[in-house]
């Protein structure tokens, strides 16, 4: 999703802060997870009460925002927001055929807008598009992760453990990858098949179950597990004990 070679931050060097604004669970938390797989600092709200809220605690770089909320709309919520905080750009949520919306958020002063449903590779590329017009900078991002001995350069595609490589196929290695990025966080069967699997790729949560044990008898085989099953939950992974 992310370009691996640049990362964009605050001006400063510190993450981006993004607010994402929708009424659906399930969608603000796939927002969530791919904003934080950005390097990015994610806020959610559900409300636009509570939008206005967050954008005033938290001064978010940048607000993706639904239309239609079960408060007040979208055009309000970014009115009040703005009544402090006038620069910020909002990237608008709309129904496929709710061609008025977009009209109106974007005269209203809205950035861009994407149609539900979306992809989530689009989404970010627009919130990339609209942050770097408001000043955000773009740094080589370090291509070093670590999770306790686990090693993963991501330029060079490498995996070691405890200094030992370890061969992994490209699948494998985009399941580890979302893994070590998200640390000690619980994942949804769900959250890995949107991200490794692309958004569309139809719920085969079983796919997940295999490439984890793939995973686990190549990182964790003869060595303290990392890669912890949560029944019911998810996967975790998290360095050994």
Do not use: C
């Not at 330029?155 to 998200?182: K, S």
């Amino acid at each position: 999703m992310a370009n691996d070679d640049e990362q964009l931050t605050r001006a400063d060097g510190t993450p981006l802060r993004v607010l994402a604004v929708d009424d659906e669970p399930s969608l603000t938390e796939l927002l969530d997870m791919a904003l934080r797989y950005e390097g990015w600092q994610a806020h959610t709200a559900a409300t636009g009460t509570q939008a206005v809220k967050v954008a005033r605690e938290v001064h978010p770089d940048a607000i993706v925002l639904d239309m239609m909320l079960p408060d007040f709309d979208g055009l309000e919520v970014m009115r009040r927001i703005r009544a402090t905080q006038p620069d910020i750009p909002v990237i608008f949520l709309t129904a496929k055929d709710a061609v008025a919306d977009r009209i109106a958020g974007l005269t209203a002063g809205g950035d861009d807008y994407v149609t539900k449903p979306f992809s989530l590779e689009e989404l970010i590329a627009r919130l990339r598009a609209v942050l770097r017009r408001s000043g955000a900078t773009a740094t080589r991002a370090e291509s070093l992760l670590v999770v306790g001995d686990l090693v993963m350069d991501e330029d060079a595609r490498e995996v070691t453990r405890a200094g030992e490589q370890i061969q992994l196929t490209a699948t494998e290695f985009e399941l580890l990858r979302f893994l070590m990025r998200n640390p000690r966080r619980v994942l949804s069967k769900a959250q890995i098949l949107d991200r490794v699997w692309n958004y569309d790729f139809g719920g085969q949560e079983n796919v997940v179950e295999l490439y984890i044990s793939y995973l686990r008898k190549k990182i964790d085989a003869g060595r303290a597990p990392m890669i912890h099953t949560m029944r019911r939950v998810g996967y975790v992974l998290k360095p050994a004990e």
